[in-house]
């Protein structure tokens, strides 16, 4: 896979690790004698959530080759994010504590725990919420906690609404502080309407103890944690190196994954190639490092490299235009190897009312059924205008 030309990009390919051997350190001394876009540099470094470690690695290596206003604005932000994320954990340490105390059991993941067990450091990584894993019964209950300290609901259900969307939806979110914590809530790694079956009660089973902030909480298997971040880069189709990069560095940080068992579960689950495609992309943008075997399955797989192809050429393009209707459904239908997979996508997403429809359409619980004829129409106008937007 060829890297993007610009030398901005380089540069954040190049940083975007935690580990810098001698031989990428010279790399990286060698490309900032070019005439770099100093504006550009740290406007893809905050976009794509790499600007810690851009600003770790050239501070370390050359920060003499850093225009001085440049790096001071790299650094400002290193320092704001760091008091950030150590608020942040505190609050996550709180809530745990809290859900801990009513007999909730849940499971933080991502933000504060991934940047302290995977890239050593809470500051490296910057996460603008926290994602806390829940059972699905436990949910009304947890919401009811997080309700208690001045958290708010993005959304405001009837009871039927709250129904479906558990049954139909993966995440809750939540707000206090005026939007500066967030909270989202979490029973399954994907929407029912992707039809993956990563069965949340088998990640639960396998859970084991994450240290964290001088304690030790729940955390996933490193055979789960990367079937987990694949997905959740695949249901952001890969829109930011960051997505990329943790990926990565759950390969260099776990040298002993159970590779067959990262295959068989992601076979099993229909995710085989969203999996395979997240493993290329790490490997081939930022260097993992793959197993012979794994490596092979990569390469002999057309559509996962056709896939990644198309990640490389729209993962550092200025946003100018709003993305065409239906672009985000084909690359998902595509990172999907089976095909009945792809048809229950496509009719669960055409079916499955949500929380825009029921704002759309108010209608009281006792007409809730009217929302399944409905949601075609306000799908069709959706796209007609989303068409005629892109065309102008």
């Known amino acids: 896979m060829s890297h993007s030309k610009r030398p901005e990009a380089d540069l954040l390919l190049r940083c975007a690790r935690t ?24 406007r893809m470094a905050l976009r794509h959530g790499v600007m810690p470690l851009l600003y770790v690695h050239l501070n370390a290596i050359c920060p003499e080759a850093v225009p001085r206003s440049a790096f001071e604005r790299m650094q ?39 940047a302290v067990s995977v890239y050593g450091d809470l500051a490296f990584r ?51 502080d005026g939007g500066r914590i967030r909270v989202e809530l979490q029973w399954a790694i994907a929407p029912r309407c992707y039809g993956l ?18 304690t030790t909480v729940r955390g996933f298997s490193p055979e789960d944690s990367i079937l987990i971040h694949c997905v959740h880069g695949y249901k952001h189709c890969w829109e930011r190196l960051g997505l990329i990069c943790d990926v990565a560095e759950l390969i260099r940080a776990h040298p002993e994954m159970n590779w067959e068992r990262v295959m068989e579960r992601s076979k099993m689950s229909g995710s085989e190639r969203i999996t395979l495609l997240g493993l290329c992309l790490a490997n081939d943008l930022l260097g993992a490092g793959l197993p012979e075997r794994v ?6 797989e057309p559509a996962v490299k056709w896939l990644a192809r198309q990640v490389e050429i729209k993962l550092f393009q200025e946003p100018s235009r709003p993305p065409r209707p239906f672009d985000g459904l084909r690359f998902r239908l595509r990172a999907r ?56």
């Open 295 to 300: 490596a092979r399955k990569v390469r002999d």
């Open 197 to 214: 079956s990563l069965d949340p009660e088998g990640l639960w089973e396998r859970l084991s103890g994450v240290s964290f902030a001088g």
């Open 76 to 114: 400002d932000c290193f320092h704001a994010n760091a008091r950030r994320n150590l608020f942040l954990a505190a609050q996550l340490l709180h809530l745990l504590n809290l859900f801990e105390a009513n007999s909730i059991p849940a499971a933080p993941y991502k933000g504060p725990v991934l």
């Open 337 to 392: 190897e089976r095909w009945r997979d792809r048809v229950f996508y496509c009719l669960r997403r055409a079916i499955t009312t949500t929380a825009d429809d029921w704002a759309f359409f108010p209608l009281p619980d006792s007409l809730f059924p009217l929302y399944y004829p409905l949601r075609p129409i306000r799908l069709v106008g959706k796209c007609g205008v989303a068409a005629f937007v892109t065309k102008r």
């Open 19 to 42: 580990c810098m051997d001698e031989d990428r350190a010279a790399q990286l001394r060698a490309l900032l004698l070019q005439d770099l876009d100093w504006d550009c540099v740290l």
């Open 126 to 176: 910057p996460f603008t919420d926290l994602d806390i894993f829940v059972h699905k019964h436990n949910v009304p209950k947890a919401k009811e906690i997080l309700i208690s300290q001045g958290y708010q609901m993005d959304r405001r259900l009837t009871a039927a609404q709250e129904a479906a969307y558990l049954e139909s939806q993966c995440e809750v979110h939540s707000w206090c």
